[in-house]
Every structure is written in structure tokens, then in C-alpha cells.
């Protein structure tokens, strides 16, 4: 498969727990994001990385949230302290370095913090 | 930042019509605007998209158009099909400094028999 992954799939965790999520980008691109989506909704930015350097973050992005590419390849996403509100499915998407790079997006982790 | 409107937010069309989903924009130098099709429990797939110097593109039954001076976009879905019922999103993307897509709210499609 030569698409987006991320790894797990669904993610059940008690509220004050911390998990971290991962994402695995077609790997010709270099540019990787992190979406947020609730039921209902549509995907929220919450961050993204150019290679490894994280170029923009959300103030979605709370400081119990953290995320790196270290190798400019697979990125985590980790968060600290979970809370109920963080129930999401949280959506990986890679695109190339173009400015209107196409973005293909990753099956997704469901988080549920109870 | 960037704020996408999207309307209806349901919409439900006999097999064989046509169904057009609306977006309005409000940043101007947003560039590029791609439709994502999201069946339940899965991604968003990729099914359309249009670049700020053209004005209309249509691949098969799907068609986008975009009115850069009124800032909105419409996605056209000809001789609909029960395999087109998802939640269609739009979204807008502005290159060169806040390369992020912003999405609208989504649209539900029922195509009925």
C-alpha cells in the first residue's frame, strides 16, 4: 500500500493517560499534516511539518499536545493528560512541496478518552 | 484566518439529477480549493480540486467552479448515482504561508432510488 498510514486504528484510553498516534506519509512527500475531526465536522489543522521542521502550529494545538518528524519521514502525534474533549479522529495527510500541493489523507486514528 | 462556508448541509436528490454543493471564502489570497468525498468510517478522498487561475473543471460527472471576485466555489455532480451518498467537504488552501487547508462544514448527499 502505497498510501498514507497511521497506526492504531482506534485508540480507548482513560481520561489522564497519555497516547501517541502515528502517521506514515507517501514517501516522496515532504510535507506532512495533522487534522483534528469531530463527528459532524470537518477536518481542523492542528499542525504541520515541511520535511522535519514544524512550520506551523494551531492554537488548536494545546501544550499537552506534541508532534515530531525527526527524520523529515513518519511523524508521532502525543498527547499528555488526556481529556474527554480530546475524543476525535485525529486525520494524517501528506502532500508534495508545491503551494498547492494535492494533500492525501490517511485512514485516521479514532481517539475515545473515557 | 481563512473561513469556509459551505451550504446545504444536507441534500438528498433522486437517482439521475444533479446535485450542486456551495462554498464562499473569505481570505483572497487563498489559491487552491479542492472537494474531499468522505464515506462513513473512512478518509477523505481527493475527488476534485481547482487552482485560483482557472475558472471551471470537470472530470466526468464532477465539476468545480470558481468565482474569484465573489469568492465562492461550487461543486456539480451530474446523473447522480446511490454510490455518490457521502459528506462532501470543500475546502481552501493558501500557498506560500499558512499551508494549511481550511474546511467548510460539509454537505450530506443521499442519492435515493
Known amino acids: 500500500d502505497t498510501g498514507v498510514s497511521q497506526d492504531p486504528r482506534h485508540k480507548i484510553t482513560k481520561r489522564g493517560q497519555n497516547v501517541t498516534f502515528r502517521c506514515d506519509p507517501i514517501s516522496e512527500h515532504n510535507r506532512l499534516y495533522w487534522y483534528r475531526q469531530t463527528l459532524g465536522q470537518g477536518p481542523e489543522f492542528l499542525t504541520y511539518f515541511q520535511n522535519e521542521a514544524q512550520l506551523e502550529k494551531s492554537r488548536l494545538l494545546s501544550d499537552r499536545f506534541s508532534a515530531e518528524r525527526p527524520k523529515g519521514s513518519f511523524s508521532t502525534l502525543e498527547i499528555q493528560r488526556t481529556e474527554q474533549g480530546d475524543s476525535a479522529m485525529y486525520l494524517c495527510?501528506?502532500?508534495?512541496?508545491?503551494?498547492?500541493?494535492?494533500?492525501?489523507f490517511g485512514p485516521g486514528t479514532r481517539l475515545t478518552v473515557l | 484566518g481563512e473561513n469556509v462556508e459551505q451550504h446545504p448541509s444536507t441534500l438528498s436528490v433522486q437517482e439521475g439529477d444533479s446535485a450542486v454543493i456551495k462554498c464562499t471564502y473569505s481570505?483572497?489570497?487563498?489559491?487552491?480549493f479542492p472537494w474531499y468525498k468522505q464515506e462513513l468510517g473512512k478518509r477523505p478522498q481527493l475527488i476534485i480540486d481547482?487552482?485560483?487561475?482557472?475558472g471551471e473543471k470537470k472530470d466526468q460527472r464532477i465539476a468545480v467552479t470558481l468565482n474569484k471576485t465573489a469568492k465562492h466555489f461550487s461543486l456539480h455532480i451530474t446523473e447522480t448515482q446511490p454510490e455518490d451518498s457521502a459528506v462532501y467537504f470543500c475546502?481552501?488552501?493558501?500557498?506560500?504561508?499558512?499551508?494549511?487547508?481550511?474546511f467548510g462544514t460539509g454537505t450530506q448527499l443521499k442519492v435515493e432510488l
Open positions: 481547482i487552482r485560483s487561475n482557472v
Open positions: 481570505d483572497s489570497a487563498s489559491n487552491y
Open positions: 495527510a501528506s502532500s508534495l512541496l508545491r503551494d498547492w500541493g494535492e494533500q492525501f
Open positions: 475546502a481552501a488552501f493558501k500557498g506560500g504561508g499558512g499551508n494549511k487547508l481550511t
